[in-house]
Structures are given as structure tokens and as C-alpha cells.
T-cell receptor, first 109, second 115 residues
Framework: RKEVEQDPGPFNVPEGATVAFNCTYS??????FFWYRQDCRKEPKLLMS???SGNEDGRFTAQLNRASQYISLLIRDSKLSDSATYLC??????????FGTGTRLQVFP | GAGVSQTPSNKVTEKGKYVELRCDPI?????LYWYRQSLGQGPEFLIY????????DSGLPNDRFFAVRPEGSVSTLKIQRTERGDSAVYLC?????????????FGPGTRLTVL
């Protein structure tokens, strides 16, 4: 079983739609949680950290459920520029990041 | 300011050859990480340096892979006797330190193709 599991998609949604991505992690010792965004043939970039209380950054909302070991990302009012792969990431120790396989989002006009 | 840089951006080599991949972290960042990303997968951890020393090399797949960071800045990932299965994008990241809250910033990667 992978340490971080995500639905690979692709999710094809029209502009303006709301889309949600889910992720589960297997190690209950995981301490930090993130969503990274990766454009085609580019490096991953931090989208947002995920906190237990939930957090929002503009159109993006992240939630963490430690009891269920579940992380989510909600994107409201999708834009064409949101098309990318979204990587769910956990950190157990203070060093390495553990990535899911990523969920591909394609927003169409 | 300048981000993480990696050279070369692309490397094509033949099976059995030796390759070196270079990473220049963000100035002042003490922590440096190497990851490998295969097609359709997320990045996988290889090795982490804190300063000059390898603090965690548990992700290196075998003894053909080795990395150094002799002066605590630039790092080189070295792969001996390359195999076709080594083909991937090799990503380097750096962070200010290795605390829980420190963001890892990634370089553009080196795309390695082993023929």
C-alpha cells in the first residue's frame, strides 16, 4: 500500500466549477501536510500547507482529518490556469516529503 | 532572488555509463534534498543533506547512486553503471533549514534518459 494515495484523475471540469480532491495517508505519525501543484514538465511548487483547523487561500480550501488520515483540497470557481497536477504531500520526520501520485485537473472553457 | 538551479536540464546517456547531476540550492539554505520522479508518479525521496553531511540517504535505491555536498552548498548526484530503469526526472530541493515549517523549493529538474 502506498503511503499517500490519491485518485489520479483526470478531472475534467468547466470553468467556474467547484472541484474537490481527496487524499489518504497511511502513517499516523505524519506531522505536516501540504498540497503542491505541478504543471506539465515543470517542478512541483507549494500551493498551501494544510492545518488541522482547515485553512483557506482565496479560492482554495484545504482540510485535514487526523482521525481518518484524510486530506482534501477544494477549488472554487475553477480557472483555465488551474489546470495542473495536484500532489498531496505528508512529512513524517523533519526531512523528506512523501508525495502521492498526483491528481490531474483539466479545466475547459 | 535566484531559485534552485540544476544542470544539465537534459542528459541522454548509454546504459553502463557514469553520470553526474548538479544542484545549486537557494543561497543560505542549509538543507538540500534529492528526489526522483518517474512518469505518472509523484517525486520519491532519495537523500537529504543538512550542511555537508548526508543526514538521511534511505531513499537511494542501491550503491550505484551516491551524492555529495562538500562545502554545504552545491550538491552532485552521481550514478554509476546507469541502467534503463534509472531514466527519470531528478529533482533537487532546498529549504532554509529542516524544521517542520520550512518550505522545500524545487529546482526545474534534470531529465535523464538512459538508452
Amino acid at each position: 500500500r502506498k503511503e499517500v494515495e490519491q485518485d489520479p484523475g483526470p478531472f475534467n471540469v468547466p470553468e467556474g466549477a467547484t472541484v474537490a480532491f481527496n487524499c489518504t495517508y497511511s502513517n499516523s505519525a505524519s506531522q505536516s501536510f501540504f498540497w503542491y501543484r505541478q504543471d506539465c514538465r515543470k517542478e512541483p511548487k507549494l500551493l498551501m500547507s494544510v492545518y488541522s483547523s482547515g485553512n483557506e487561500d482565496g479560492r482554495f480550501t484545504a482540510q485535514l482529518n487526523r482521525a481518518s488520515q484524510y486530506i482534501s483540497l477544494l477549488i472554487r470557481d475553477s480557472k483555465l490556469s488551474d489546470s495542473a497536477t495536484y500532489l498531496c504531500v505528508v512529512k513524517i520526520n523533519t526531512d523528506k516529503l512523501i508525495f502521492g501520485t498526483g491528481t490531474r485537473l483539466q479545466v475547459f472553457p | 532572488g535566484a531559485g534552485v538551479s540544476q544542470t544539465p536540464s537534459n542528459k541522454v546517456t548509454e546504459k553502463g555509463k557514469y553520470v553526474e547531476l548538479r544542484c545549486d540550492p537557494i543561497s543560505g539554505h542549509t538543507a538540500l534534498y534529492w528526489y526522483r520522479q518517474s512518469l505518472g508518479q509523484g517525486p520519491e525521496f532519495l537523500i537529504y543533506f543538512q550542511g555537508t553531511g548526508a543526514a538521511d540517504d534511505s531513499g537511494l535505491p542501491n550503491d550505484r547512486f551516491f551524492a555529495v555536498r562538500p562545502e554545504g552548498s552545491v550538491s552532485t548526484l552521481k550514478i554509476q553503471r546507469t541502467e534503463r530503469g534509472d531514466s527519470a526526472v531528478y529533482l533537487c530541493a532546498s529549504s532554509l533549514d529542516s524544521f517542520w515549517t520550512d518550505t522545500q523549493y524545487f529546482g526545474p529538474g534534470t531529465r535523464l534518459t538512459v538508452l
